[in-house]
């Protein structure tokens, strides 16, 4: 499956954001999407990077990468449950992970 991974600092697209939220409806770890987008939002100020899968201009995936220096937490990473098992979060991963590090980044960890 062909993806293409972006890094946001900011949801300013109300197209991207209303994505996000329906994407994160489907996680476990907010209570809806609307909890998860306040989060992110809030997280977005303060040292955070989101990373989106995506494929056809829609999101499929995404995953945060959070703290600063050369160490990096990367928590919260969804998959839309239509996309799950094709190998996104792998991809999503690897490309986050290639990124930061060619920002300087040395070390992950699992948020």
Not at 13 to 31: A, C, K, V
Request: aromatic share 8%.
């Amino acid at each position: 499956m062909p993806i293409t991974v972006h890094a946001y600092s900011s949801l300013d697209n109300s197209e991207i954001r209303d994505q996000l939220e329906r994407l994160y409806d489907t996680s476990p770890e907010f209570g809806d999407g609307h909890d998860a987008i306040e989060q992110l939002e809030q997280d977005l100020q303060q040292y955070t990077t989101l990373y989106t899968a995506e494929f056809n201009t829609k999101i499929i995936g995404a995953i945060w990468s959070s703290g600063q220096g050369e160490s990096k937490v990367l928590e919260y990473i969804v998959v839309h449950p239509a996309n799950r098992g094709r190998g996104v979060a792998e991809r999503l991963v690897e490309e986050a992970c290639r990124i930061e590090e060619s920002k300087g980044v040395k070390t992950f960890e699992p948020g």
